[in-house]
Nanobody, 127 residues
Framework: QVQLVESGGGLVQPGGSLRLSCAAS????????IGWFRQAPGKEREGVTCISISDGSTYYADSVKGRFTFSRDNAKNAVYLQMNSLKPEDTAVYYC????????????????????WGKGTLVTVSQ
């Protein structure tokens, strides 16, 4: 059974950092793509980043480029999202997902290629 469990969310001040973790079970990360998505209150879900584990190609949304970094630990079958220089507009529930491809359409990451989702972890950026 495929499972993804996110952790690491919390309250942080603007300009601060957080590292989110996504632990996978029931499959091996090396054969799929992994993405991070977020959904702010009252807004649609937004694609943040996606990586093809097999060839290392990575997509970042323009809003997080230079601030967020995707990494993985094959031994732990886990991936991470390091978030620096956080802004209030980064406040959202963050989800990791895995699937067949990173569905980038007209420059934006969609959830088209994702098949399994975690339950999310809340990140709040506020004074």
């Amino acid at each position: 059974q495929v499972q993804l469990v996110e952790s690491g969310g919390g309250l942080v001040q603007p300009g601060g950092s957080l590292r989110l973790s996504c632990a996978a079970s029931g499959f091996t990360l090396g054969y799929y793509v992994i993405g991070w998505f977020r959904q702010a209150p009252g807004k649609e879900r937004e694609g943040v980043t996606c990586i093809s584990i097999s060839d290392g190609s990575t997509y970042y949304a323009d809003s997080v480029k230079g601030r967020f970094t995707f990494s993985r630990d094959n031994a732990k079958n886990a991936v991470y999202l390091q978030m620096n220089s956080l802004k209030p507009e980064d406040t959202a529930v963050y989800y990791c997902a895995t699937g067949r491809f990173c569905g980038v359409v007209r420059g934006s990451l969609t959830d088209h290629g994702m098949d399994y989702w975690g339950k999310g972890t809340l990140v709040t950026v506020s004074q």
